[in-house]
């Protein structure tokens, strides 16, 4: 875990401008898809929508590379209604050329640490994986302002399972 701090400490400044980079992109990025997946979606259920719509990314897509996102809407609290109406959105898109972040990374690591192994390498890939998707909230929020025009209740962003926070300026 000591040797991992390191390495976060030393790629600090590459991660921060290869999110900074991604974020511009993502701003840049048609919506069309993303938007008309949730709109689906949302006209899926039968009921309006009330309660908390809660959009969370899944970790085990990034150890995956499938890169999905669910949507689900929880009448009650959340995680706790055992089947609340949800569906799964592919978000490959916002994630592609990672492998290529992923080079920068790896040489500038081989340039400091003599010796990286592979283990240390995919821990660091989580991290940044995760740090794009907490990060991404941002491209979400472009969808859902372009979905002005449905009433949403509150939306929720955050880990499945985990730690979810308001979506603000949804």
Same mark, same amino acid.
């Given at each position: %875990? ?5 390495? #976060?400490?030393?790629?600090? +400044? +590459? *991660?921060?401008?290869? #999110? &900074? ?21 949302? !006209? ?5 929508? +009330?309660?908390?719509? *809660?959009?969370?990314? =899944? ?20 995680? #706790?209604? =055992? ?11 916002? /994630?592609?050329?990672?492998?290529? &972040? ?14 990286? %192994?592979?283990?240390?390498? !995919? ?6 994986? !995760? $740090?794009?998707?907490?990060?991404? *909230?941002?491209? /979400?929020? $472009? ?5 002005? +025009?449905?009433? $949403?209740?509150? *939306? /929720?962003?955050?880990?499945? =399972?985990? !730690? #979810?926070? $308001?979506?603000?300026?949804?």
């Amino acid at each position: %875990m000591e040797r991992m701090q390191e390495i #976060v400490d030393y790629l600090q +400044e +590459e *991660v921060e401008k290869a #999110v &900074d980079n991604r974020k511009q992109k993502w701003q840049r990025m048609e919506r069309k898809e993303t938007t008309s997946s949730i709109q689906s979606f949302l !006209e899926k259920i039968s009921k309006p929508v +009330e309660g908390n719509l *809660v959009l969370t990314y =899944l970790k085990s897509s990034y150890i995956t590379n499938t890169h999905k996102f669910k949507i689900a809407i929880y009448a009650d609290e959340l995680f #706790v209604e =055992l089947y609340p109406p949800y569906a799964y959105i592919d978000m490959k898109l916002l /994630f592609t050329d990672i492998d290529a &972040d992923m080079d920068v990374f790896r040489k500038k690591l081989k340039q400091h640490f003599l010796h990286l %192994m592979t283990s240390e390498i !995919e821990e660091f890939r989580r991290y940044y994986m !995760e $740090l794009l998707y907490i990060q991404s *909230v941002m491209y /979400f929020k $472009l969808v859902f302002s372009d979905l002005s +025009e449905i009433k $949403l209740p509150a *939306v /929720f962003f955050g880990a499945e =399972l985990g !730690e #979810v926070k $308001l979506m603000e300026g949804t």
